[in-house]
């Protein structure tokens, strides 16, 4: 019997050999698939756990049109190391977290998915050898290129910081009390009015004093920097909202409720009513969402005020109080992060950080991508682009085999074909 594959150039049984090749090749693409299918789901499971709220969830209904996304009690498990009441919050732009908790004269920057990510203090407080540390940081704004600006009010200083807590530079502003930066203006609310600077401190405009009339404030306890250089200021206690352009010109003003010096107050509600449409009790901290709304946080009323930022008509409000998570007690501040459609709250009262949505806020895009990205699912990114490939790499090679079959075989395989059937 002649040799086939010293005629032929071609092994006896190739055929078979390949067929039985591409069997193994399939069961160990389908063991792969199977182990890392098994991978994904626990590890869905572990985080699903981890980050599963200790408490109930208040559903939307219950907060008033708030839905939950994830509550931060702190940056770790000591009782230091947990919120006591912070106050001010800000969002970088690469939606880094950055929250003030004064009475531990500290500033704490968290990751979108609730993790720590960084300590401002400049040493621990009355230590000689930390003469520069942090004595009561009450707000904290960030801008576009990362640097922290914390407004440290003993000191009568806005502080500016990286990240790794290095001090680039302090501007003294007396008493600050909230905080605003673009890319060409920073400013700085007190107790009797609001400083116009650029980012570097240098003064462009002061604007008020202590007092009650048109231009005169009570505490500008938030402001905040609109996208056409709008400035707008909350005067406190004397309960309004004004506007401003870019060099202090006033635009408008608009009361949001009764002056909160003025008020009999019962139980923390007011128990005399205002006329405006806000009806606010103690208007706080602002931010402008994707939507160009103002939204303010009214910790006396336990939510979130929207006000139109055009003529700070008012809109609507949402929020509900309550101790679970999704509600309120005294809400103090509250930022935005618009590549996420979220805002974050400082929680005073509760002692915690809390991320939630709102309706019509304005988000569109890939918002959606970035929130879903920041939660238990960017862990899962990596298992789940590994199914992925080895679902592709299956496809590809299979697809490659069908082509090869489909080819006519070459003249020297069919002559072996031939002359295996003869010998058979």
Do not use: H
């Not at 000591?78 to 732009?93: E, K, L, N, R, S």
């Not at 008493?175 to 009797?192: E, K, M």
């Not at 336990?302 to 609507?316: A, C, E, P, Q």
């Not at 509250?334 to 988000?363: C, E, H, K, M």
């Amino acid at each position: 019997m002649t040799d086939t594959s010293t005629q032929t150039g071609e092994p006896a049984g190739w055929r078979e050999a390949e067929r039985r090749r591409i069997i193994r090749t399939r069961r160990t693409l389908i063991v792969l698939l199977v182990v890392l299918v098994i991978l994904l789901l626990i590890t869905s499971y572990a985080l699903v756990q981890i980050f599963q709220p200790i408490g109930k969830v208040a559903s939307t209904k219950e907060g008033k049109g708030v839905t939950w996304v994830r509550s931060i009690y702190g940056w770790g498990k000591a009782t230091d190391q947990q919120f006591w009441g912070p106050q001010g919050v800000g969002v970088g732009p690469d939606g880094t977290i950055w929250a003030t908790t004064q009475a531990q004269n500290r500033v704490v920057g968290f990751n979108p998915d609730g993790t720590f990510n960084a300590m401002l203090y400049q040493g621990p407080q009355g230590d000689p050898k930390y003469p520069n540390a942090l004595t009561y940081p009450v707000d904290v704004a960030v801008d576009s290129a990362g640097l922290i600006y914390v407004a440290d009010q003993t000191r009568s200083q806005v502080r500016v910081l990286t990240r790794d807590n290095k001090l680039v530079r302090s501007i003294f502003v007396p008493t600050p009390a909230s905080l605003a930066v673009s890319s060409d203006r920073l400013v700085v609310g007190s107790a009797s009015g609001f400083v116009i600077m650029t980012p570097t401190g240098q003064v462009i405009k002061v604007l008020g004093k202590q007092g009650t009339g048109i231009d005169e404030f009570q505490a500008v306890r938030g402001v905040a920097i609109g996208k056409d250089g709008t400035i707008f200021a909350v005067d406190q206690f004397n309960n309004r909202v004004s506007a401003y352009d870019s060099k202090g010109n006033r635009k408008w003003i608009v009361s949001t409720g009764n002056p909160g010096n003025a008020k009999p107050v019962s139980s923390s509600i007011a128990t005399t009513r205002s006329k405006a449409p806000a009806n606010m009790q103690i208007p706080a901290g602002l931010t402008i969402d994707g939507a160009n709304r103002l939204v303010i946080a009214d910790p006396f009323g336990f939510d979130f005020v929207v006000l139109d930022s055009k003529d700070g008509r008012y809109i609507t409000r949402y929020g509900a109080p309550g101790t679970l998570d999704g509600q309120f007690v005294y809400p103090s501040d509250v930022s935005y992060d618009p590549a996420r459609d979220w805002f974050v709250v400082t929680d005073t009262q509760n002692a915690r950080l809390q991320i939630i949505r709102l309706p019509d806020s304005g988000g569109a895009g890939l918002t959606g991508v970035n929130s879903a990205l920041s939660g238990p699912l960017r862990a899962c990114v990596i298992p789940l682009a590994l199914i992925f490939l080895a679902i592709v790499a299956g496809i590809i090679y299979r697809m490659v085999k069908r082509r090869q079959r489909s080819k006519p075989a070459s003249p020297a395989a069919q002559q072996a074909d031939g002359r295996a059937e003869d010998v058979s």
